[in-house]
C-alpha cells in the first residue's frame, strides 16, 4: 500500500519502479475492478521537453 501511495504523490513520482511491483499492482487492481488490467492502463509516458 505504501508503494502506491508513493507512486501516486504529486511531486514525488518514483524515478524507476520495479517489474515485480508493478505486476502487484496489476493484480490488486485486477482483484479490486474484477476487469483485466493491462500495463497501459496504469502507465503513462511523457517524456521531456
Known amino acids: 500500500m505504501n ?3 508513493r507512486i501516486a504523490r504529486k511531486g514525488e513520482e518514483p524515478t524507476r519502479v ?3 511491483i508493478l505486476a502487484a499492482i496489476l493484480d490488486g ?3 479490486l475492478t474484477g476487469e483485466e488490467v493491462q ?3 496504469i502507465l503513462e ?4 521537453s
Do not use: E, G, N
Open 3 to 5: 508503494t502506491i501511495y
Open 18 to 20: 520495479d517489474f515485480l
Open 29 to 31: 487492481l485486477r482483484k
Open 39 to 41: 500495463l497501459s492502463d
Open 45 to 48: 509516458y511523457v517524456p521531456d
